[in-house]
């Protein structure tokens, strides 16, 4: 018997490639099932394998309880005064056992242990395949694509399978069983069922990894390459730059005649990849991420993180791009919101802009269009920077004197006094739901300023993006906030558990 079951050990270990302990313990969890079974009543058993010689030994055992609990299941329960008869050493909490005659290792016994083994195998070599690539997680990887289900592919790499959905493959590249991938191992999951490693062809980090594998400057760290921007299968923009002065990172990464960057488009099914000189100057690295269009000027608005870009009416249409493609690119690679505009629209928007301050002006400090007017001249663009700004800068405007510098910064400071008055009252006479006030990490001035902004439950502020409260002035910085929206979000993902 010992050695039937060294021999079923050994093979399980070897044809699956899983640690010989984990078929053990396998092994004895299906033994005492099947002890579990051949007697009467709710007993518990435990079976040990000894892994020398495959001998096993079986026991009946009981959890120790205090005195005074009530049994709930007499059959492998017991309290501790009886516990201490059997075992000197017993305790509450532990078990008390005694030797069971043990199940043959026979057909029954094989069956039953045949499920619990392959589960345990199973998961074993799940927990490899997640302990293998969890270090991979973020890296190109390389495949051949095994078999097509449902449009999604799943894609051998040798020593697993991962799933590259249809949604994150390029598309129109209509891939096929055989064929030879490269993509970006997107995410890593622990899960008992389905697929663990998930792919992508459309990140823009495969972009990368891709000259990082064709450009041996970028590979050693010659070239950075800063960020990468995908419109996928079509085209695509990446910023490099280099210290090395003898380096021309752009050339580096064309390659001679083109051949690195064909080689990166043809991986990409023949996406076309504009290769931008990364400048630290923001306004500059906007001018060269728009390219081949040509830029008049710029106007950056760092508060709103926004540039309004000026072009050539000729040009226009070029920087867009088609259906918006090459300004959208060039977005996401700086990380600025930009505008294009021809200087018509430009002095346009600048002139409605000028107006609507000249009017607020006028209302909100009691003052003529002409004063109004020279403040706007002088830069100023709301009630902030005329209430606080140095008194000495606003000396300096021509025709302001001393008394009327120090009316315009009063009454400045009175409007704004009266509108923090104003959304104070309007924060204070909010009236939040119960489970919004109520809800984990969230404080009563919180509640009121939200619900003041209409968003008076839960699931209002469950609906809400991290863009759309980050407006609201006072709700706290982007961590805040998204700390904030998945608490109210909670119940949906619990809701989802309990049907999934």
Partial sequence: MGNEVLMMVDVLSREKGVEKDVIFQA????????????????????????????????????????????????????????????????????????????????????????????????????????????ARKGQMVTGVVKRMERGDAIVDLGDAEALLAKNKMVPREGLRPGDRIRAFLEDVQSVPRGPQLFLSRIAPQLLIELFKLEVPEAGEGLIEIHAAARDPGLRAKIAVSTNDPRIDPIGACVGMRGSRVQSVSNELAGERVDIIHWSPDPAQFVIQALAPAEVTSILVDEELHSMDVMVDEMQLSQAIGRGGQNVRLAAELTGWELNIMTEEAATEKSSTEAAGIIKLFMEQLDVDEEVATIL?????????????????ELLTVEGFDEGLVDELRTRARDALLTTAIAEEEKISLSDPA?????????????????????????????EQSVDELAEIEGIGDEERIKELIMTARAPWFASQDETG
């Fill in 376 to 392: 706007v001249q002088e830069g100023f663009t709301n009630l902030e920077e005329v209430a606080y700004v140095p008194k000495q």
């Fill in 434 to 462: 119960a489970d919004l006030l109520e809800m984990e990490g969230m404080d009563e001035h919180t509640a009121h300023l939200l619900a003041s902004h209409g968003i008076k439950t839960r699931e209002d502020l469950a």
């Fill in 27 to 134: 092994l004895e969890a299906a033994l005492a099932t099947a002890t579990r079974k051949r007697h009467k009543g709710d007993i518990d058993a435990r079976v040990s394998i000894h892994p020398e010689t495959g001998e096993y030994d079986t026991f009946r055992r009981w959890e120790i309880l205090p005195d005074d609990a009530e049994m709930e299941f007499p059959d492998r329960q017991v309290h501790l005064s009886e516990a201490l008869q059997r075992d000197p050493q017993a305790e509450v909490g532990g078990f008390v056992e005694e030797p069971l005659e043990p199940v043959g290792f026979g057909r029954i016994a094989a069956q039953a242990a045949k499920q619990v083994i392959l589960q345990k195998v199973r998961e074993a070599e799940r927990e490899q395949v997640v302990k293998l690539y969890e």
